[in-house]
């Protein structure tokens, strides 16, 4: 089965960091893109950076450029999201994803395989 475990999150005050990780199984992670997406309260479900896994191609979404960086540990099957700087307005529910074969557009809610979510909270 495929699975994503997303973990790292957790309270912290505007200007500090967070590492995310997502652990994937089940598929040959070589071949996948895998994406960080984030909801806040009353919001859809956006991708704010994703990366192929052999780290060819990357996307930042613009309010995360700079500040976010993703990753990839092909030994370790697992993708990290290093966020820095981060702002109250970063506060989410924060889902990791992938794209098993590369036939969604980069970086898309369409993505079939999802984690169950990690809750970051920036506090001001």
């Known amino acids: 089965d495929v699975q994503l475990q997303a973990s790292g999150g957790g309270l912290v005050q505007a200007g500090g960091s967070l590492r995310l990780s997502c652990v994937a199984s089940?598929?040959?992670?070589?071949?996948?893109?895998i994406g960080w997406f984030r909801q806040a309260p009353g919001k859809e479900r956006d991708g704010i950076a994703c990366?192929?896994?052999?780290?060819?191609?990357?996307y930042y979404e613009d309010s995360v450029k700079g500040r976010f960086a993703i990753s990839s540990d092909n030994a370790k099957n697992t993708v990290y999201l290093q966020m820095n700087s981060l702002r109250p307005e970063d506060t989410a529910v924060y889902y990791c994803?992938?794209?098993?074969?590369?036939?969604?557009?980069?970086?898309?809610?369409?993505?079939?395989?999802w984690g169950q979510g990690t809750l970051v909270t920036v506090s001001s």
């Open positions: 994803a992938a794209d098993l074969n590369g036939r969604y557009p980069f970086c898309s809610r369409e993505y079939n395989h």
């Open positions: 089940g598929f040959h992670f070589d071949d996948s893109v």
């Open positions: 990366t192929s896994a052999t780290g060819g191609t990357t």
